[in-house]
């Protein structure tokens, strides 16, 4: 296992040693995941460190979170586990000097 240090010892002394060499997946601002047990990377999962963007299903995100897909399908759920009276919530804030426009509590 890569991530277990290896030591070596010198007379009554352990020297630790921690393998880095090992091949990031993916390409620059690629975002790491673990496929099959190794390092992945898509391009249709970034993030853009220069701008703080992070794309889904795009190499150049516009937005702070920007979901693309050509999918007729393309939907982002927000699912709740719990059978009580309230649900998710998903809210949007707009303020226009530093004042609220418009919130909804429903």
Request: hydrophobic letters at 30%.
């Amino acid at each position: 296992n890569p991530c277990i240090p290896e030591y070596s010892e010198v007379g009554s002394e352990k020297h630790y040693y921690l393998d880095l060499s090992m091949a990031a997946g993916g390409d620059d601002t690629n975002v790491q995941f673990n496929k099959d047990g190794a390092f992945g990377g898509d391009s249709g999962f970034v993030y853009d460190y220069d701008n703080e963007k992070v794309g889904i299903g795009r190499d150049d995100p516009f937005y702070k979170l920007h979901v693309d897909s050509d999918d007729i399908d393309a939907i982002i759920g927000i699912q709740q586990n719990d059978n009580t009276i309230n649900g998710p919530d998903l809210r949007f804030r707009k303020s226009r000097s530093n004042a609220i426009v418009q919130e909804s509590r429903a």
